[in-house]
């Protein structure tokens, strides 16, 4: 695990997603710091924690929490679900919760329309261990479909994607399983702190409707929508900050 901290003020815990690491989110990052103490995570076996070899959801939720202050905790994608995980398992850290673009069931089932395929996540833990940088690539384009901005995005991702050096190819199959077999939507009713939950209308991996319902179903909790892709930080990095500061300063102390 690596964690590195940015700004002053109310504490900030910011978990990237599938594949990444924390620099992902410079554009947040930037227009985070004049208002929080961001705690910027690297999972294991991603970015400057590559070389652990394994990723747990759980376990990862476990030791971000014994590393830092209580705090508002923000997750992307595969990062929400550590940081859903903290919110259920540590309420005590968690002043509130932002899920960006993430889904408490990311795989569609006969009473859940709002997920991807079931094979999608197979398809790629398979292809990561015969042509890894493809699999990756061909991840980073589905993350940028639908997007208004979707070649210049994936060419960001693709510049940013290795910068940190390449992610664990064990703890990228981990991520994996993880997301095809989260589920928490049993749970949401739970949550003990406030909620955001933030999207992209035209996210292809986490439908809009899927944090619609999250919303709907978590206690205390919102649902704010950008004209984007999976990705909204890269393009709308002011206005989530913004509605992240708004967001804090309602919560309680």
Same mark, same amino acid.
């Given at each position: 695990?690596?964690?590195? +901290?940015?700004?002053?003020?109310?504490?900030?815990?910011?978990?990237?997603? &599938?594949?990444?690491?924390?620099?992902?989110?410079?554009?947040? @990052?930037?227009?985070?710091?004049?208002?929080? =103490?961001?705690?910027?995570?690297?999972?294991?076996?991603?970015?400057?924690?590559?070389?652990?070899?394994?990723?747990?959801? %759980?376990?990862?939720? =476990?030791?971000? !929490?014994?590393?830092?202050?209580?705090?508002? &905790?923000?997750?992307?994608?595969?990062?929400?679900?550590?940081?859903?995980?903290?919110?259920?398992? %540590?309420?005590?850290?968690?002043?509130?919760?932002?899920?960006? !673009?993430?889904?408490?069931?990311?795989?569609?089932?006969?009473?859940?329309?709002? /997920?991807?395929?079931?094979?999608?996540?197979?398809?790629?833990?398979?292809?990561?261990?015969?042509?890894?940088?493809?699999?990756?690539?061909?991840?980073?384009? $589905?993350?940028? $479909?639908?997007?208004?901005?979707?070649?210049?995005? @994936?060419?960001?991702?693709?510049?940013?994607?290795?910068?940190? #050096?390449?992610?664990?190819?064990?703890? @990228?199959?981990?991520?994996?399983?993880?997301?095809?077999?989260?589920?928490? =939507?049993?749970?949401?009713?739970? @949550?003990?702190?406030?909620?955001?939950? +933030?999207? /992209?209308?035209?996210? =292809?991996?986490?439908?809009?409707?899927? $944090?619609?319902?999250?919303?709907?179903?978590?206690?205390?909790?919102?649902?704010?929508?950008?004209?984007? #892709?999976?990705?909204?930080?890269?393009?709308?990095?002011? %206005? +989530?900050?913004?509605?992240?500061?708004?967001?804090? %300063?309602? $919560?309680?102390?």
């Amino acid at each position: 695990m690596h964690i590195e +901290i940015h700004g002053q003020g109310p504490d900030l815990v910011l978990v990237h997603g &599938w594949a990444m690491h924390g620099g992902i989110f410079a554009p947040l @990052l930037a227009a985070l710091v004049p208002h929080f =103490r961001v705690h910027l995570v690297d999972l294991p076996g991603h970015g400057f924690a590559r070389d652990e070899a394994h990723f747990d959801v %759980a376990d990862s939720a =476990r030791r971000i !929490a014994a590393a830092t202050p209580r705090a508002l &905790w923000v997750g992307w994608s595969l990062g929400g679900l550590v940081a859903l995980r903290a919110a259920l398992d %540590a309420p005590a850290q968690v002043r509130g919760l932002a899920m960006l !673009a993430s889904s408490p069931r990311f795989v569609a089932a006969p009473d859940w329309p709002n /997920g991807v395929a079931a094979t999608v996540f197979g398809e790629f833990a398979s292809e990561l261990r015969a042509r890894y940088r493809h699999a990756i690539e061909r991840f980073l384009a $589905l993350e940028t $479909l639908g997007s208004p901005h979707a070649q210049a995005q @994936l060419r960001e991702l693709k510049q940013l994607v290795f910068a940190r #050096g390449e992610p664990s190819v064990e703890a @990228l199959c981990d991520g994996l399983a993880a997301l095809d077999a989260s589920d928490l =939507r049993d749970a949401l009713a739970g @949550l003990a702190m406030p909620s955001l939950w +933030i999207g /992209g209308r035209r996210d =292809r991996l986490v439908p809009p409707a899927a $944090l619609q319902w999250a919303a709907a179903h978590a206690p205390h909790a919102r649902h704010l929508e950008f004209n984007s #892709g999976h990705a909204p930080f890269l393009e709308f990095a002011a %206005a +989530i900050a913004d509605a992240l500061v708004v967001f804090s %300063a309602e $919560l309680p102390a």
